[in-house]
């Protein structure tokens, strides 16, 4: 990558912290990794595969070389956040990759992983995401539900487990910045339109644990949100009151759908125009609509939803179309 346009996807947000847009699927303002540099450089989130170009050459252009970096952490192991860690881990043979430990496995070996994503995405998984590269088990560091990632000079980040989006989910505090790392654990931020969405995918969405971890993230007292989709936000306990707002709606709204004995297109339906009035802004930008789609269907949200409730009404029938 020329230097020019490494310098288009960096931003200095301040302390030593450098937001990176990954340009997933060449969409920018989509997907964002964080550059922590210091005495330890770190790196959290990677973006896909496909983005690993941009990551390295904006790496290198903020003066962090392949002997440079020390840490690769992922919030969870989703493939918009982790499927670059193949590519990187190669590319920086001195980083170890730190991920919670239920999601350790998926990266030495991703074939349980890809094969899942292939079979949700079909053809669209290579253009969205690429293949997920194995990485050496001896360079995978596991999480528990909480720990400490260590960024020297007496910086570290403070994880802490953030299920109810992916089992595998933590949340990650820096104690110098304030800063605290969300992942998909609150949400979508629209920085266009000031909007937030919740994301909902299947197999994991749970609306209680999903509160619960907004709800433990609002302990933190952080000072600022870095969102992976997308970028910071100063207003964090507005934001995290808003994200735990917008989930209990969208549940609601297909919890509403279930009732009236609608099938599961019929409920993506509805909720997809309930969004387009809750978010004016958003729907009246085709362009910024159409990318968040892409990274967050209204379709996959609403099945995750789905599929949470069928777990507690397992006597009930449900999920075919309409």
């Not at 303002?29 to 922590?36: E, P, Q, R, S």
């Not at 969208?250 to 387009?276: E, K």
């Not at 930008?285 to 990318?291: E, F, G, L, M, V």
Request: glycine share 10%; with cysteine; hydrophobic share 40%.
């Amino acid at each position: 990558m020329d230097n020019g346009r490494a310098a288009e996807v960096c931003r200095d947000l301040g302390t030593d912290v450098f937001e990176i847009d990954t340009r997933m699927s060449g969409y920018a303002g989509i997907t964002a990794g964080y550059l922590i540099r210091g005495d330890r450089p770190c790196l959290v989130e990677t973006g896909t595969a496909r983005s690993a170009e941009t990551v390295i050459g904006a790496l290198e252009h903020l003066g962090v070389g392949a002997a440079d970096l020390a840490t690769i952490v992922v919030t969870h192991i989703h493939l918009d956040h982790a499927g670059g860690v193949g590519d990187l881990s190669r590319y920086f043979p001195q980083a170890t990759v730190v991920v919670h430990e239920r999601g350790a496995r998926h990266l030495v070996d991703p074939a349980r992983l890809v094969a899942s994503a292939r079979r949700i995405y079909g053809p669209a998984m290579d253009t969205l995401f690429g293949e997920l590269l194995p990485t050496p088990s001896e360079r995978v560091v596991s999480l528990g539900d909480v720990g400490t990632i260590d960024l020297g000079g007496g910086r570290r980040l403070d994880a802490f487990y953030a299920p109810g989006h992916a089992s595998h989910h933590v949340g990650l505090v820096d104690n110098v910045s304030g800063d605290l790392y969300t992942g998909d654990a609150a949400g979508i931020y629209i920085p266009e339109t000031d909007d937030l969405q919740p994301t909902t995918p299947p197999p994991d969405f749970d609306l209680d644990l999903a509160l619960r971890s907004m709800s433990a993230m609002a302990d933190r007292a952080a000072t600022r949100l870095l969102f992976s989709h997308f970028g910071p936000v100063t207003d964090v306990s507005g934001a995290l009151e808003r994200s735990a707002e917008e989930l209990r709606v969208w549940v609601s709204a297909v919890r509403g759908a279930r009732a009236d004995a609608l099938g599961l297109d019929h409920a993506v339906a509805r909720v997809y125009a309930m969004a387009r009035e809750r978010y004016p802004s958003l729907h009246a930008d085709p362009d910024t609509s159409a990318k968040f789609e892409e990274l967050s269907s209204t379709r996959a949200n609403v099945n995750g939803i789905w599929r949470w409730l069928d777990g507690l009404e397992p006597g009930r029938v449900s999920g075919a179309p309409d």
